[in-house]
């Protein structure tokens, strides 16, 4: 169990979540290694287990708005499988470099595994209002703008910008009426 602050307490209620890379490496700079990421939210949302709401994918992290029966449950498995999946293409490109930073970026309490990936915790907040939800939102699809990556939101090809603007996303989410 993550030592955080942030806890879910409403179950299968929409949270604005983030989580990161370990030490910020730009894992998602590598278009492969985000179809990782982007498979494990599509398999989450198909079999009913994660209602996506929004998201944008940046280079070393994520944010969502999505709800689920079993956040942490489901949440803990998209993050364990993306990380599998993170270093097996990893080893298979040979990026020893990349790899041997992870290994050493390993919290020394996490015995049991030779790597980590993602940093402890996502950060759960539940979403209380529709002004909270537009906050969140506006915050998610505007992250690649304020960054300097695009000058428009619509332009950031990881984000559910598109979807709430009548434009086709790489993702299907359940948009939330603002």
Known sequence: MPRTRY???TQNCPHFLSSSIVNWIPL????DQVDILLSSLRFLHETQRLRLHGYVIMENHFHLVASS???DIDIGSLKSYSAKGFLSLLESKKHLTRTDELKWRKLRHKEKQDYQVWQEGYHPQQITSHEMLAQKLDY????PVRRGYVDEPGH???SSYRNYNEMEGVLPIEAIPL
């Open 7 to 9: 806890k879910v307490f």
């Open 28 to 31: 998602f700079s590598d278009p």
């Open 69 to 71: 029966p079993l956040f």
């Open 140 to 143: 998610i699809h505007n992250n």
């Open 156 to 158: 950031w090809r990881y």
